[in-house]
């Protein structure tokens, strides 16, 4: 059977016809309890096909596995499903290639961070490629979740705070994953997860509750899912989350009404790991088949690893509680991706139909990718680039220098530690005998307090012309289920700087990181600072470039960094308050007089004891370039509702360096139905500068860029006045007025 690419399973089209016809002959054949095999995904561990497992693909009871990677095996079982079962339907075999299967990219934070679509589209397409050629079909990505608390360790799978950059790139990941056509060799099906709102779970902690008002679900945490599902996402996957008490596993509301008909999603939806036997330990359904009632009545088509609709779903029907039909729709789905996928055709595969694994253009692209996700948030008096010429000797210095297994970050189940090149190797290969180095890791892992090593590590520094450290977060202090309430510098690294400060050495700080970390005053002890996220297999050559300047750091934050963890939630999009904080206002704990009067000083929205502002800006990274923007202008100064604004400014690179530059355009809605953040990003483009040129830099802004839920819920845009700014981070002060009529 032909397939389709996946814009135009959406349209009438007699290929589609033929493919549901398919889907509905099938299903009118199945026993009830194939159905419900087609709705079980079944856990399997790596390397193993136990005989139990071989009967139940046998018997029709299980149609899609997890977490098996071994071709061989996955051969096998698509084998048996193909051949020995009675109606012969292939398996979907899911796995989470999260940022990369074999080749691993940057974590998906540090991909947010390059701001690029065409690399973050890229590395889902070689991750989809490497995934594929080990027989997977599925791949639990991309996460799209708004990450505003850098305390959840899930944060670092998010594409950062804001919705327009987290749908834009999720769209990217999407089309890298799934391709023109998933029957396509090589293509694989995505998946948006998790449907709704996990980022906003209780004191950054995993699984917590989350609230969030109506209206900014919808105007903030489902933007990305909308644009998933235009870009032809093949899945959803529905989240842990208890959401305003209504578990998103069993929450009807949110799938049927939300998802499925407002948001128009006609696929399959998956439920979480094991995420529907937990409806009874939120307390939200009494047993196992209460839970997998709520849950196929929310539409919920294919349970993950729990087993409450194998065990209980016949005896729902047989009790009229789900109907025969809604089952079908379900089973429906799940074939229909089947078909999509090509497997009725050909579930098998063959390796070497595909490209190697970790072939040199894949370890190339996770270079380029890694080069542009590293963030330079400090360089003071040009610290860097270094000159290997003027150098004789470098400390390197920090447990992540050599670590070519934390450097992978989190959610990697594929990669392997041998493919990884550090940043020590790295930088021994790039100055060659011309410079010494002097390697001193000094902590054993970046939660040590063993200081023992302090003191080779001072002596290192002084016997160097400069001072390179590697320092951060190991990879399992991120990720799922890795929260932390605080997010300093783990163990003795904060120590460590300060020792090695007081040498008076020049010291470069490269943080490897699955988060937004608070830095404080070692910010001080630092003269440049280059935070490189979790670089991912190729981060030492990424790395040592941007030191050495082969190239300029040009990735900027997708995400704001809070000075202490007391600011949290701290986001650029935030709304202005009736007591906004200002400079102004603003009046630091350490200036109160004593016996202050109750009503003095600013009375607006700061904390006494921190500044308002955060650490590093949402859109903030700098170049070893100066920008200029300036002359914004606009095609007219009012628009009707549905026309398009044109904006343009001119950016001038003072530097001497070619590089690249990510310029970002910002609105505000100056009076709105509900009230409006203060900045939104609508557009931002990677514009690439040669030293000392101009740019006339231009943006599209339509009405309908500007629409959002009203208090009624009504998705509109209105009239009005609004802002616009053009610049290099949130920050930017370049702006214009624009009215809608
Ligand atoms: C995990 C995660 C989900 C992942 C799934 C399968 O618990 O929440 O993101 O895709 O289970 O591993």
Redesign the pocket.
Known sequence: MSSMSNSQVKGNNPILEKQQTFVSDLIAKMTLEEKIGQMSQQSSSEGSLPEHLKEAIRSGLTGSI??QVNLEIINEMQRIAVEESRLKIPLLM???V?HGFKTIFPIPLGQASSWSEELVSSAARISALEASSCGINWT??P?MDIGRDPRWG?IA?TLGEDPYLCAVLAASMIKGFQGEQLATPGNIAA?A??FVG?GASESGRDYASVNIPENELRNVHLTPFKVAVEAGVATV?A??SDINGVPASGNEWLMKQVLRKEIGFNDLLVS????IRQLTVHGFTANDKEAAYQSSNAGIDME??STTYKEHLKDLIDEGKIKLCEIDRMVSRIIKLKVKLGLFEDPYTNPTSFPSLVNQSNLLAAKELALQSCVLLKNYDEALPLNKSKLNSIAVIGPLANDGYEQLGT?VFDGEEKHSVTCLQAIKEFVGDTVKINYCKTLENTRSNNQDQFTQAIETAASSDCVLMFLGEESILSG??HCRSNIDLPGSQQQLIHAIAETGKKIILVVMAGRPLTLGNILLKVDALLYAWHPGTMGGPAITDLLFGVKSPSGKLPVSFPRNVGQIPLYYSQKNGGRPASEETFVSIDAIKSRAKQTSFGMTSTHLDTHFSPQFHFGFGLSYNQFSYKNIRLDRDEIKLGEVLIITAELINLGKYDCEEVAQLYIRDLVGNVTRPVKELKGFQRVSLPAGTCKKISFKLSSNDLAFYDRNMTFRAESGEFYVWIGGSSETKLKARFKIL
Request: glycine residues 4%; contains cysteine.
């Open positions: 997890i977490n899911g796995r989470d999260i639990f990505a996460m899930r799978e998946c997860k998790h996990y996957m989240s842990f979480d790991f094991d995420a993950m690893a959610w799922e289920a």
